[in-house]
């Protein structure tokens, strides 16, 4: 594994709203490019954890509503193949009756640790605040970028997910529009 | 000798546009159309927009017949206009009973004071306290999702060309792109769209708001009449109003609303919505007459709030800006009101009254020139984004 580089951005996500009709319906999850790794992000699957190696858990700065959740059954490495995974987790408050947790996670392995970071650089900047109800989460492990949207309204956190994949997917088309040499190569290591 | 690349995409058209020192370079265009009788959402609006960005980005590239190195910045709208807060509505409201000489004072201080700051003679009390109770307030355009998939590709390319980034308010777009075709040099605007209503004077370094709608835009009010009748959104459905009105003959009464220098359109439309089927049902009136009726009474709205605006500012020069601007019997009528007052009137064609990229990218460029930047932090867009927020610094 290439050496572990990290680059955390945390926020709160902002689902765009608009003036006219209403806030975005949610597009669902697109499929990428295989140049970009084939990730798939689906906020409904409840496939394993989507917690990223390289962070140690402990809580990133950045606003959250409520406790930050633990993921059960976390998995100290990453992800191969972009497998994404949402599951429902109990409030780390211990009143797991009152609220849930929901949480999007998702790895989008990229050629190289340039496409990650430039990745990683827009989704962060474009990262807002929405009523701090929905907590987002980045992070760049060697030429992976982990994704990770916790809320406790569905609604919001599917919007979210939703607008952000958009803009991963719209990002990962640019580059390869614009470079299209960099997508091309193989990548070491990963069986490309 | 800069080089701006603009994307523009805040409605349903989306446009790439190169400008090179007051050379529009290329300036390619799409227009997401849907079925009469209904309007664009901003979800499929987003998709559309997602979908042919990048063909017009390298169709835009390859008309101006440059290459990433030959670009020097890259505009992006950040913003359109934009809803006004309750304090804003409110000295909107009190504006159209004040004296214009105070209203004028006031407007070089801006932005709007807040609400609390201000005093208001006892004779703009009623209004005031009207104004007070809940109401719903406009609400200004901008749609998200189509802004959020072009600011993407912007700052997108703009990271991998490793070029400065721009966000422009998309107004200014529409200003410096008629102040670049048509030569103005320091006119009275009156910009009409779908989406604002706003006349405008330039006034120690910011575009002035001095008179605007007080809820929907006229662009805004023709598409939604459009629906009731079923017109057809292709080529846009105020274009399909004003080929119907040249046909129609009778003036059906209206509601005209000009408070001031201000206008309303939201009663206009309710009531033409609610007697369009009754009349056309009866047969007083043809949908040609209906067409007919409502621009002669929305563009007399706006003829009015303009020439007051001009003889305010002592202007002797008008320009017509925004989608409607295409309009030629709006601009027939004021032209006829700048003859009767010894000013010019200028205007621009569907090229660049439509939204188009190279007046994000003139904008840009003059902005780029005074040394404008916008970090990547800063890179966002924001819905409510008011002409007179821009500190205009490329103006004397």
């Not at chain 1, 945390?10 to 006219?20: E, I, L, T, W």
């Not at chain 2, 809803?83 to 000489?101: D, V, Y």
Request: charged share 20%; glycine share 10%.
């Amino acid at each position: 594994m290439a050496a572990a580089s990290e680059r955390v951005g945390v926020g709160a996500m902002q689902a765009p709203g608009d003036g006219a009709g209403g806030a975005d319906g949610a597009d669902g999850a697109q499929i990428l490019d295989d140049g970009a790794g084939g990730a798939t992000g689906s906020a409904g699957s409840s496939s394993g954890p989507g917690n990223p190696g390289g962070r140690d858990g402990t809580a990133t700065s950045g606003t959250v509503a409520g406790e930050a959740p633990q993921v059960e059954g976390a998995s100290p490495a990453p992800r191969q193949g972009g497998e994404a995974s949402a599951s429902a987790s109990a409030s780390a408050s211990g009143d797991a009756s009152e609220k849930q947790v929901l949480e999007f996670a998702l790895t989008v392995p990229f050629l190289c640790y340039v496409d990650a970071e430039l990745t990683y650089q827009y989704l962060t900047s474009s990262a807002e605040c929405y009523h701090e109800a929905v907590h987002t989460e980045l992070t760049v492990i060697g030429s992976d970028l982990f994704i990770r949207l916790t809320a406790e309204d569905p609604v919001l956190l599917q919007i979210s997910t939703a607008s952000l994949l958009n803009q991963l997917s719209m990002v990962v088309q640019t580059m390869q529009h614009l470079v299209p040499a960099i997508f091309s190569r193989p990548r070491p290591g990963k069986g490309g | 000798m800069p080089a701006v690349l603009g994307f523009e995409g805040s409605a349903n058209k989306i446009g790439v546009g190169v400008v090179r020192d007051g050379a529009v370079l290329a300036n390619p265009r799409r227009t997401y159309v849907t079925p009469p009788g209904t309007g664009f959402l901003p979800g499929d609006t987003a998709r559309h927009h997602r979908a042919v960005i990048l063909d017009l980005l390298q169709e835009a590239l390859t008309e101006a017949g440059l290459t990433s190195q030959d670009i020097d910045c890259i505009a992006y709208t950040k913003g359109i206009a934009g809803r006004l807060t309750i304090e804003e509505h409110t000295w909107s409201l009190a504006r159209s009973e004040w004296p214009a000489a105070l209203c004028y004072h006031h407007y070089t201080t801006t932005p709007a004071p807040p609400f609390t700051s201000l005093t208001f003679p006892s004779s703009v009390f009623p209004s005031v306290c009207r104004i007070l109770t809940p109401i719903s307030i406009p609400l200004g355009p901008g749609m998200g999702a189509p802004l959020v998939s072009v600011a993407v590709v912007a700052r997108t390319v703009a990271q991998l060309w490793n070029k400065p980034l721009l966000g422009v308010n998309h107004c200014i777009g529409h200003i410096e792109m008629g102040r670049l075709i048509t030569g103005a040099t320091s006119p009275t605007v009156l910009y009409v769209s779908g989406g604002n209503t706003q006349v405008i004077a330039y006034s120690e370094h910011r575009y002035r708001i001095f008179g605007e709608t007080i809820d929907i835009a006229v662009g805004n009010c023709l598409d939604r009449f459009a629906r009731v009748l079923k017109i057809s959104n292709d080529p846009s459905p105020g274009y399909n109003i004003e080929q119907m009105a040249k046909r129609g003959k009778k003036l059906v009464e209206l509601p005209y609303t000009v408070k001031g220098m201000d206008v309303s359109f939201s009663g206009i439309l309710s009531f033409i919505e609610d007697v369009a089927q009754r009349m056309l049902a009866t047969g007083e009136c043809t949908p040609e007459d209906l067409c007919f009726s409502l621009q002669e009474t929305v563009f007399a709205m706006l003829v009015e709030i303009t020439e007051r605006a001009m003889a305010h500012c002592g202007s002797q020069e008008a320009l017509i800006v925004g989608g409607v601007g295409c309009n030629l019997r709006l601009q027939e009528m004021m032209e006829t009101m700048c003859q009767e007052r010894g000013a010019r009137l200028f205007a621009t064609d569907e090229r660049f009254c439509i939204d188009n990229g190279a007046m994000i990218a003139q904008a840009g460029w003059e902005m780029f020139r005074a040394g404008h930047r916008t970090p990547l932090s800063d890179s966002g867009i924001t819905q409510r984004f008011r002409t007179d927020e821009v500190e205009v610094t490329w103006r004397d």
